[in-house]
């Protein structure tokens, strides 16, 4: 089994940002969320994918390796709107939804 490189380079500078105040952290293009925010909110779950086998040219599996990390979600993608393009009654997939008004009811959102 492979395995994932976790370990990419950030840009951001933890040491800096460790010792902010939290008074310094502009919020201006991201205000915090009260609870009229979460009131109607619901969570969308995806429904689980299912197992195939599939046969592909090695040449269009290379490629899509190639691509990086998230190739299989990205060949469903690209599989997902050809299906769309074919036949426009097709919906987005079902999901299951949960009311987090529910989830929160005994916690707090900080």
Known sequence: MKVKNTKKTSNTD????????DNEINL?????????????????????KKSV??????????WYKHQGPGYQTRMNAVLRMYMRAKNSNVKSPPVMKKTVKRQLANKKVN
Do not use: H, K, V, Y
């Open 14 to 21: 933890w040491e800096r940002l460790s010792t902010m105040d």
């Open 28 to 48: 201006e293009d991201s205000p915090e969320l009260d609870d009229s925010f979460f009131a109607n909110a619901t969570i969308r779950m995806p429904e689980p």
């Open 53 to 62: 086998s599939l046969r592909l040219d090695p040449d269009i599996l290379e």
